[in-house]
Structures are given as structure tokens and as C-alpha cells.
């Protein structure tokens, strides 16, 4: 039995040597259309998040017999060329998931919806930031109506002192809302009417009563009248200095509202600790509010 043991391994270096010799006289493709096969290869199998790891090590087998094949027969040249090439093509494998995720310093996705709002906008030739989002929602089934978001002049930095929602009044703010489903204009627009409307019951004289209707009818007036599709863009700019409001609908500018209270009461009505229209919104509002009060700028 110890001899058959001592013959089995001569036996089987025999073989080996004649199936290397007949795989050397058979043509084979060069150093360079093998690791192009094995990039094609890494490219058809690569998938997001599910069975990566099975890829990587596909890639992996590949890419070591393709240099060893290159190794084989090659000029010390070809085989560096061949070892760097396979190198290069296992780190795009391993890197290329990486650009799923390639918007998230431009976008922030709201957690209820999935649905992504940009961190910076420009209105008016200004930019601003997002300060918070969250999802509009009614009924005890909690419907999405639209994903609103809140942001704050991206120069000129909140003043430590404001800590509550409803400081940032005082200065430009911009409601960003986008729908979470197909719908009308005119169902949004009674929406915030409603609010107005509600608002307007502060009014103290008759006089004060018909202006603040006035008022809710010119912004009725700027609104769209056509249908409103999922992932369209209102933006309503509120210029507390200027005391109007600027409505844009997908990138077009609908009118401006001179108004002295109407663009704080529609905002101030998802800024109201106490039933504000969304609470989901207010929550990451008061967050963000947090996070800025604990950045620290440094000095130039």
C-alpha cells in the first residue's frame, strides 16, 4: 500500500505535464482580451447590494488565472501590464457601487416617502439650504399628500439665538413641496387657502378683514390651474423684508403676492409646535436647528 501511495503522486504529475503540454500547442487569446473578457464578465454579474460578495470573488478567480496564464508565456513587460490591468479592473468592481450612492451629498431622501429633496435651491438668484422635510399626511390612515421641505439662506448663517421654528420667519425662507401622487392644482390650492383662511379670523377691523381676503384671493390668482404630477416642484419664496410672496411651479415663476402677513401664516403653520400641518416636517425642523447650533466654525 505504501508504494501504490508513492506511485499515485508520479502518476498524477504525469498527467498534469501532458495536459499542460497540450494546452500550451492549443491557441489561446492574448494577455490583454483576457482581462477585457474578465471586465465584461465583472460587469454583467455586478448587482447592488445583492450578491456582491459573490461577484468580487468571481472577479477575483478570473483576474489570479488570468495572470497566471499571462505569466506563462509573456514577457516580463506583458506580465506587468497583465497584473496591473487585473488589478485595475477588481478595484472598478469594488468601487462601482459606490456611485449608487453618488447623490447623496446634492439630495436628502424623506424617510416616510423615499422621495429626495435637493439640500441647496436657488430662488431669486439666492441660494439656500434645507433646514428639515418630512411628509404632508391626512386621515387616521395616514395618506402622503406631498413631501414639503424648509430652507434657509445658505450665506448668511441662522443667529445662534434661534432655536425655535418659527425665528426663522424673520428672514427669507423657502417652502419646497413636491406631490406624492397625481393630482390637481386646485386640490393644493384649497389646501393652503384653508390655512390662510384660518389665519385671516386675526384679522381685529372689517378693514383688516377685507384686505386679508384680498390677499387670499392673489394668491388664488398665481396658483396653476392645470393638473399637478407626481415629482412636480412648487417653491414659495417668503420675503419678510420685501413683505411679499413669490410662488415658482417647475423652475417658472407664477406671480408674487405683496403681502405683509401671508407668507407667515402659511409658513408658520408648519412651524407651530401645536398642530403644525405636518409634525414629521416640524421634528426634523427643530433637528436641524439643533445640528446647525452645534457646528463650529472655524477661524480664518
Known sequence: MISALIRQPAAARGARANFAAARLQSPRPNATS??????????????????????????SRHAAGAAARA???????????????????????????????????VSVADPTTGITLPRTVTVAGKSF????????????????VYVLGIYVPAATPLPSTVTEPE?????????YLTPTRNTGAAHLRDGFVRTLL???KAATTPEER?????????F??????????KGQV???????????????????VQGTVASPWLGTALLRAYLREKKPISPKARASIVQGLADMATVVVPRA
Do not use: C
Open 220 to 229: 388664488k390668482s398665481v396658483f396653476p390651474k392645470s393638473n399637478v404630477t
Open 234 to 252: 412648487f417653491m414659495f419664496h417668503h420675503a419678510p423684508k420685501d413683505q411679499q410672496v413669490t410662488l415658482v411651479h417647475d423652475g417658472q
Open 198 to 200: 384660518d389665519a385671516s
Open 34 to 59: 483576457l482581462n477585457h473578457g474578465l471586465l465584461s464578465r465583472a460587469n454583467t454579474r455586478t448587482v447592488a447590494n445583492t450578491g456582491a460578495s459573490r461577484t468580487f470573488s468571481t472577479a
Open 129 to 144: 439650504r434645507l433646514l428639515g422635510l418630512g411628509a404632508r399626511q391626512v386621515t387616521i390612515l395616514n395618506l402622503n
Open 167 to 175: 425665528a426663522i420667519l424673520a428672514s427669507d425662507v423657502v417652502l
Open 71 to 105: 505569466t506563462a508565456r509573456a514577457s516580463p513587460r506583458l506580465i506587468a501590464s497583465a497584473t496591473a490591468l487585473a488589478a485595475l479592473t477588481l478595484a472598478w468592481v469594488v468601487a462601482s457601487p459606490v456611485f449608487l450612492d453618488a447623490d447623496a451629498d
Open 210 to 218: 377685507e384686505q386679508y381676503l384680498d390677499d387670499i384671493n392673489a
